[in-house]
Nanobody, 118 residues
Framework: QVQLVESGGGLVQPGGSLRLSCVVPGIIFSIYDMGWYRQAPGKQRELVATITRAGRTNYTFTVKGRFSISRDNAKNTVYLLMNNLKAEDTAVYYC????????????WGQGTQVTVSS
């Protein structure tokens, strides 16, 4: 069973920063496209950022210029650096791993809460 272990969430003031981490032990990490999604109360889960196994990144327009996704294949880890956080960024953030070779093999973490409030 593939497990994704997220960390780094918490309470931060508007304008602050957080860095989320997601470790995925036991897989060939380099063949996975990785992503971060979020779900705010009463809303659907939405894509935040993705990074392909080749390192190409994509962001939803509301976080462009503020968030940065990166990966360290040697550590089986994907990161999400979040700067200039806003109240509307408050959500549970989920890590996603999608096997780029074998379609249908997609895994989710259990989520980490990010709360932006003064």
């Amino acid at each position: 069973q593939v497990q994704l272990v997220e960390s780094g969430g918490g309470l931060v003031q508007p304008g602050g920063s957080l860095r989320l981490s997601c470790v995925v032990p036991g897989i060939i990490f380099s063949i996975y496209d990785m992503g971060w999604y979020r779900q705010a109360p009463g809303k659907q889960r939405e894509l935040v950022a993705t990074i392909t196994r080749a390192g190409r990144t994509n962001y939803t327009f509301t976080v462009k210029g503020r968030f940065s996704i990166s990966r360290d294949n040697a550590k089986n880890t994907v990161y999400l650096l979040m700067n200039n956080l806003k109240a509307e960024d408050t959500a549970v953030y989920y890590c996603n791993a999608k096997n780029a070779i074998f379609a249908g093999r997609t895994y989710w973490g259990q989520g980490t809460q990010v709360t932006v409030s003064s």
